[in-house]
């Protein structure tokens, strides 16, 4: 029997536009995912988030089941255009109400609501209007947007996560095209990472300047990283990893804890690596009360040889792997969840002590950490025993990470329930709650009830 401490954190998360659908209604915008997800040949068999798990209507049933599963916390994010349509200008009210109506009933179940302000959906005016976040301007129009998030909602809501995964955006959206707005390009991705930064900056000194004093919550930003494991004690290897972490984790968690950029981008993007005036950087330096990490999967990873192909989880044409100079490599003999991510959990442990050392000790939160597998109702129960052990494999990890001194506040398991997995449509399942698409019907899986005992009983049982 594992016991955890004694206020650590257990929560699920969700997103918006995973899980809402109501596409057209309430007054919402479109977001760019709209508009991507209505491109054909974007996602897999054509499929779109207009439905998803249709939270929107089912909220309030959603909720409850929580509170029977005996869960705690809940992390989820705000459609932008639900709240501000164009991405400016006046709130529509019903978003402000639906949101308003789905934190109160939270707190009368006895959940704590976890609010991320961006997750992916941003109001496509932005994007068409200006160009989203290439332009400086969208920072700004974030801030007016937050502004009103914590106005309406920052009474009752005490923990705010500015941004999820700014690598994903800029990467996947900038570099390999496989997500929302679908650019591939070897230099936006930097200029949008700085944008999400300064956006990310602005919005936590608006939080402590008008609002943490009197509403006092806690804000800041969660971050995606895997581990990277040298693939052999060389030194070029053990350097590539070293690298290959700072490049994904270093890009967004430095400025904010540190002050600037990995001096290894800095040194090998030379220009195309926008540089922070001294107010951005005093601005961004220091804003986040605690380190919001998604944690999924681990890979090895090699100094990459003279003119050797760069590997099989390149994005695109070299760009950022081409910048880093590493090679990606997966052990065969792991086992493999079907995005195909390795489950290999002693690299949550390594990432969360790389974490502590290089930002001195934070209070670090895992917002983040699941697995999608094939799962199917037989006579009306999921049988995912395999997610009960990956589960039980990370957060065993997790616990020897805090008997070794880190200080690990609390994990979230992704996701409460299936939902619309991007670009790979509603074909992967990560959820506690299994949905049928066909009906919408939920079914608790295995794991949720397992899930439960171990946030009632505050322990892992062998
Ligand atoms: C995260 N990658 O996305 C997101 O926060 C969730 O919305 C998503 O459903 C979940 O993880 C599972 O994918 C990621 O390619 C997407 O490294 C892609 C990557 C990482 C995280």
């Known amino acids: 029997m594992t016991e955890f401490p004694k206020h650590f954190i257990w929560g699920t998360a969700t997103s918006s536009y995973q899980i809402e659908g109501a596409w057209l209604e309430g007054g919402k915008g479109l977001s760019i995912w709209d508009a991507f997800c209505h491109t054909p040949g974007k996602i897999k068999h054509g499929q779109t988030g207009d439905v998803a798990s249709d939270f929107y209507h089912r909220y309030k049933d959603d909720i409850a089941l929580m509170a029977q599963l005996g869960y705690k916390n809940y992390r989820f994010s705000l459609s932008w255009p639900r709240i501000q349509p164009t991405g400016y200008g006046k709130p529509n009210p019903e978003g402000i109400r639906f949101y308003s109506d789905l934190i109160d009933t939270l707190l009368e179940h006895g959940i704590t609501p976890w609010i991320t302000l961006y997750h992916w959906d941003l109001p496509l ?35 705010w996560i500015t941004l999820n995964e700014p690598w994903v955006v800029a990467i996947l959206g900038f570099h390999d095209g496989a997500m929302a707005p679908g650019r591939s390009s070897n230099h936006e991705p930097y200029l949008v990472g700085h944008q999400l930064l300064r956006a990310h900056g602005l919005t936590v000194e608006r939080y402590r300047q008008k609002f943490q004093s009197r509403q006092k919550g806690m804000i800041s930003l969660s971050n995606n990283c895997d581990w990277r494991e040298p693939l052999t004690d060389s030194p070029q290897d053990q350097a590539a990893a070293q690298r290959a972490v700072e490049f994904f984790l270093g890009w967004f968690a430095d400025p904010v804890f540190l002050g600037d950029y990995p001096e290894v981008m800095r040194s090998r993007l030379g220009d195309r690596l926008p540089q922070f005036t001294d107010k951005d950087r005093e601005l961004i330096h220091g804003s986040g009360d605690f380190f919001g990490l998604n944690h999924y999967t681990t890979l090895y990873c090699a100094q990459r ?30 086992e493999t969840t079907t995005m195909g991510w390795a489950v290999a959990p002693w690299g949550c442990r390594k990432l969360l002590n790389w974490i502590d050392k290089r930002y001195d000790h934070p209070p670090i939160l895992l917002t983040e950490n699941g697995c999608a597998l094939p799962d199917q109702v037989k006579e009306g129960r ?9 589960l039980k494999s990370y957060i065993l990890e997790c616990h020897q990470a805090i008997q070794q001194g880190i200080d690990l506040r609390g994990y979230f398991c992704w996701s409460f329930m299936d939902n619309f997995e991007w670009s790979l449509g509603f074909s992967q399942r990560f959820g506690l709650v299994f949905i049928d698409y066909n009906n919408l019907k ?9 899930y439960g005992n171990v946030i009632r009983n505050n322990v892992i049982q062998a």
């Open 125 to 159: 005016a932005l994007q068409l209007e200006h160009h989203g976040w290439l332009n400086p301007k969208t920072a700004e129009f974030f801030v007016d947007y937050a502004d009103i998030c914590f106005e309406h909602f920052g009474d009752r809501v005490k923990h």
């Open 382 to 390: 999921v049988n995912d025993q395999k997610r009960i052990e990956f």
């Open 305 to 334: 040889k003279e003119g050797e192909a760069v590997d099989p989880f390149t994005f695109g044409n070299g760009g950022i792997m081409e910048d880093q100079d590493i090679k990606l490599v997966l052990d065969p003999s792991w």
């Open 442 to 450: 939920r079914y608790p899986k295995d794991s949720a009830f397992w």
